[in-house]
C-alpha cells in the first residue's frame, strides 16, 4: 500500500478523488459509520497542503467541504431516525443507531444531554465512537430536526478543523505528499480504535 502510495502527486490524488467525491465519501461515512472519514478529511489536507501554488484556498476548500458534508450526512441521520422513532415497525436505519450506541454509552450521552443540552453534540462529533450514542439520545428525548441543527453545525465545524489540523501536522513534517498521508492515516486510524482498546483493558 505504501509503496503504491509513494507514486501518488498531489496533482494526480487531486484529480483522482476530488472535492466531489469527498463530500459524498463523508456523507455516505456518516450514514453508514464504516467509512473512516477523518483519515479521508486528513489525507485530503495533506494533498492540498502540498499544492503550493494554492495550498491556502485548497485547504479553505476542503475544510468547507469537510464541514459540509459531515453536517449534511448527520442531519440525514437524524431526519431518517425520527422517521423510525414515529414508525410502528421502527427502521433499519434507527436500528442501525441502536446497535452502534451500547446501553452504557447511551446512558452517559443522555445524561449529560440533560446536563448540557446541545453543546453536547460538539463533544461527541470530537470524541471517537461518540457521535452515535449522543444522536440516539437526542432521537429519545424528541429533539426536533431544527434543535439537533443548531448543536450539529458547530460539532461538524469542529470535527473538520481538528481532522485538517491532523493533515496538516502530517503534511508539514514530510516533503512526500505520501508520507504525510500516511501519518495521517495512522494517526487517525489509532484516535478512532482508542475507545475500543481502552474497553478491552478495562475488561482484561
Known sequence: MLAAATQVTPESTQQAVGYPSLFLLVVVGALVP???TGALVSSAAVVALHRTDTAPFALLVVFGVAALAAFTGD???YWLGQRGMRSRNGSRWM???RDRAPEERLARAQE?????GVLVLVLSRLVPAGRLPVMLACLLARMPLRGFAR???PACVAWAV???LIGILGGALFDEPWQGVALAV?????????PALW???RHA
Open 112 to 116: 449529560k444531554l440533560r446536563d448540557h
Open 75 to 77: 442531519m440525514g441521520l
Open 199 to 201: 474497553r478491552h483493558l
Open 95 to 97: 436500528a442501525a443507531i
Open 151 to 153: 448543536g450539529n453545525l
Open 186 to 194: 495512522g494517526l487517525t486510524l489509532a484516535i478512532s480504535a482508542t
Open 162 to 164: 481538528t481532522y485538517q
Open 34 to 36: 464504516v467509512v473512516p
